[in-house]
């Protein structure tokens, strides 16, 4: 069998063990991205709930107006809890998930009839 790394001298493989691991710094600005967008689909989310929930139940003019008032009085609360929580919670989530994918699965290299 020909290997690549024979015919390139300065390709060498690497272990995903060897490389840099990852710093709590440079989760900042993945954290603030993703905090921004739960903030953001969270307004999405509760306008087009405004708008379409006295659609489809038929409200009259004003219980619409009242129910579009009601829930935008509730997404301010939302809003914030939904960016404090992902703020918070992405570090420690990237971590474990971090962990999980560098782990191998047990069935690598191994057929299906071999799993079955």
């Not at 840099?20 to 903030?39: G, Y």
């Not at 509730?74 to 999980?100: D, E, H, K, N, Y």
Request: charged content about 10%.
């Amino acid at each position: 069998m020909i290997s690549p790394y024979r015919q390139t001298p300065s390709a060498s493989p690497t272990k995903i063990s060897d490389l840099p691991s990852t710093l709590e710094s440079s989760l900042m600005a993945p954290r603030a991205a993703l905090a921004a967008l739960a903030a953001f689909f969270t307004v999405c989310f509760t306008l087009l709930d405004d708008v379409l929930t006295p659609l489809f139940y038929g409200y009259t003019w004003d219980a619409a107006l009242a129910y579009f008032f009601t829930g935008f009085l509730a997404m301010l609360p939302q809003t914030v809890c939904a960016a404090v929580s992902v703020a918070l919670l992405f570090p420690v989530l990237a971590r474990i998930l971090g962990g999980v994918r560098k782990t191998t699965p047990a069935n690598v290299g191994r057929m299906h009839q071999d799993m079955v």
